[in-house]
């Protein structure tokens, strides 16, 4: 990580060696930094986010720093309740496979005990009654 200063010759360009940015994480680490914030003013490190990169590169989960959730009563019973209609929503959604998959079978074995030869047309003669539009070629009575 480097980070760039204007100097009186143009831009200087400081470089951080690995050992160095060890160093910094481990002290965070450790607890002897108490924030990157301190770690930044202490080894007079410019860039506002390079610890915080350090950090992130060769530092324990730990130190990375937290997300912590906070919610009302309301809010956890309101997830709970959608969890719990999730669940039942992906059995329904289950279920109506398993049944699809029955009816799919059960349309079968009819077409092939009855000899129906093309179950294909079958099924949108069927389903053009059910619609109300009446077999194919044939206008609504």
């Known amino acids: 990580m480097s980070t760039e200063e204007w100097g009186r010759m143009g831009p200087v360009v400081v470089k951080y060696s690995e050992a160095f940015k060890l160093k910094v994480v481990s002290e965070l680490e450790s607890g002897r930094l108490r924030s990157r914030e ?53 059995r329904a959604v289950v279920d109506s496979k398993v049944q699809e998959a029955l009816h799919k079978a059960y349309f079968d074995i009819v077409c092939r005990e009855c000899g129906v030869k093309d179950p294909a047309a079958l099924k949108k003669s069927i389903a053009a009654k059910l619609s109300g539009q009446g077999p194919p070629g044939q206008g609504q009575k």
């Open 38 to 90: 301190e770690a930044r003013q202490r080894y007079g490190i410019k860039g506002s986010v390079t610890v915080a990169k350090w950090v992130r590169k060769y530092g324990k989960p730990g130190i990375q720093g937290r997300v912590v959730r906070v919610e009302t009563t309301d809010e956890r019973d309101q997830i709970k309740a959608l969890k719990a209609r999730i669940a039942d929503l992906e």
